[in-house]
Structures are given as structure tokens and as C-alpha cells.
């Protein structure tokens, strides 16, 4: 069983960056593809980037691209997300997740696809 434990979110104003790390319990970790999502206060779960098990291919929602990057250290069991130029709108709890099944898929975006998930980190970004 993975586990997963992210750390990095914290209130920060419009404008500003932060990098969330995601740190995971094993090393089978570094054959599983990665990815980020968000949930708002009375909103669903939403995706925000993915990463292949290589690190070679990445994928972003739109709103996001440009704006944050998601990387990964295989060395370190750790995924990143930078997110640079922050909105309010990126105000969430943020989700690391892992999908053994797909490693080499770029575009998987829906929450059942991923079977393991971090606690979350609460990003707050002030207007």
C-alpha cells in the first residue's frame, strides 16, 4: 500500500508562488504516474496536472497551464507542483494522487482512475 503525504500549502497573496511536495511511502512509487487535484469548498475534485511514471510526459488543466509545473524526483519518492502567479481561484485543498494502471498515459483526469491519495494540503490565496 502506498502512502502519500503532501506538505507545502499555506495562505499566500495574489501573485505569489508556493511548491507543494508530495512524498510517497514506497519506492514502487517511482513506476506509478502522478498526479495533482484540488477541491474547493463545495465543489467537486478537480484535476490539475499529471505526470508519467518517466517524468517525459506531463498534462495540465487549462486554467493552470503556464502558470504551475509538476515534476518528480524517482530518487526521492517525491512529486512536485510548482505554482507560480496565483489566483484566488486556486484556493483549494490539494491532492496528490497515484495510478499504478496507466503509468505511461498522460491524460487520465478522473479521480476513480488513481487508486492511492494523500490526506491533502490547504492552499490559501488572498486577493
Known amino acids: 500500500q502506498v502512502q502519500l503525504v503532501e506538505s507545502g500549502g499555506r495562505l499566500v497573496q495574489a501573485g505569489g508562488s508556493l511548491r507543494l511536495s508530495c512524498s510517497a511511502s514506497?519506492?514502487?512509487?517511482?513506476?506509478?504516474?502522478m498526479g495533482w487535484f484540488r477541491q474547493a469548498p463545495g465543489k467537486d475534485r478537480e484535476f490539475v496536472s499529471r505526470i508519467t511514471y518517466n517524468g517525459y510526459s506531463t498534462y495540465y488543466l487549462d486554467s493552470v497551464k503556464g502558470r504551475f509545473t509538476i515534476s518528480r524526483d524517482r530518487a526521492k519518492n517525491t512529486v512536485y507542483l510548482q505554482m507560480n502567479s496565483l489566483k484566488p481561484e486556486d484556493t483549494a485543498v490539494y491532492f496528490c494522487?497515484?495510478?499504478?494502471?496507466?503509468?505511461?498515459?498522460?491524460?487520465?483526469?478522473?479521480?476513480?482512475?488513481?487508486?492511492?491519495w494523500g490526506q491533502g494540503t490547504q492552499v490559501t490565496v488572498s486577493s
Open positions: 514506497e519506492r514502487t512509487f517511482s513506476s506509478y504516474a
Open positions: 494522487a497515484a495510478d499504478r494502471h496507466r503509468p505511461t498515459t498522460a491524460t487520465v483526469t478522473s479521480p476513480p482512475d488513481y487508486e492511492y
